[in-house]
């Protein structure tokens, strides 16, 4: 069954303290991305990778980091600068990095702060 | 500047009626491409359609239906007879060029449309 899985589905972050939200891929896609939805907002791009080992900041990339080791694993970690954490997260992935390319999405991560 | 915006915040129907998501969108390049997602309550942003610039046909999948108009810049969204089942706020998304010269496959986002469907 292909698909993107994420995890935790919930996720408790204490003040000061980084967390790391998983994001896995079997759909052999080389582009993945990282999204934040805040309540009765749309989705806004925190960062994306078009290709393992490569990845570019999005619209609200501070207090946020990520790597690209391997093609179907793109972790997004939210670190003690990023202010205000609170969020859904929603991880995608797409064949290609181009404008055409439908972009596909996980079940995502809500993140709360203790 | 790239922008989506989705005026109707949340609408309510009853089951069984028509209902129209509207859906307009700002862009200076020629060639875009328009989305549509579906967010039910659990969460996960479900793929419904993908549209480019120089199609302008209209397409209907079953319930539903879609009309792109480049004149009006809009890409509007309409549910025929209306299901409970079809209750999840809906996002239109845009993104821009040809995949050359270092465009990305950013999507901008509306803020998306609430429907409730009654029983």
Redesign the interface.
């Known amino acids: 069954d292909g698909g993107i899985t994420q995890s935790p589905k919930y996720l408790f972050r204490k003040e000061g303290q980084n967390v790391t939200l998983s994001c896995e891929q079997n759909l052999n896609h080389d582009a993945m991305y990282w999204y934040r939805q805040d309540p009765g907002q749309g989705l806004r791009l925190i960062y994306y990778s078009q290709i393992v080992n490569d990845f570019q900041k999005g619209d609200i990339a501070e207090g946020y980091s990520v790597s690209r080791e391997k093609k179907e694993s793109f972790p997004l970690t939210v670190t003690s600068a990023q202010k205000n954490p609170t969020a859904f997260y929603l991880c995608a992935s797409s064949m290609g990095g181009t404008p055409q390319e439908t972009q596909y999405f996980g079940p995502g991560t809500r993140l709360l702060v203790l | 500047a790239q922008k989506?915006t989705q005026a109707q915040?949340e609408i309510s129907v009853v089951e069984k009626e028509d209902v129209t998501l509207d859906c307009v969108y700002e862009t200076r390049d020629t060639?875009?491409?328009l989305?549509w997602?579906k967010q039910p309550p659990?969460?996960?942003?479900?793929?419904l359609i993908?549209r480019?610039s120089f199609d302008e046909q209209n397409e209907i999948s079953g319930r539903y239906s879609w009309n792109f108009q480049k004149s009006t810049s809009s890409f509007n969204f309409t549910i025929t007879a209306s299901q409970v089942v079809d209750s999840a706020v809906y996002?239109c998304?845009l993104?821009?060029?040809?995949?050359y010269g270092g465009?990305?496959?950013?999507?901008i986002?509306?803020?998306?449309t609430l429907l409730a469907v009654q029983p």
Do not use: M
């Open positions: 989506v915040t060639t875009y491409y989305f997602y659990s969460g996960e942003l479900v793929f993908r480019n996002f998304a993104s821009e060029g040809w995949g465009a990305t496959n950013k999507l986002f509306g803020t998306g």
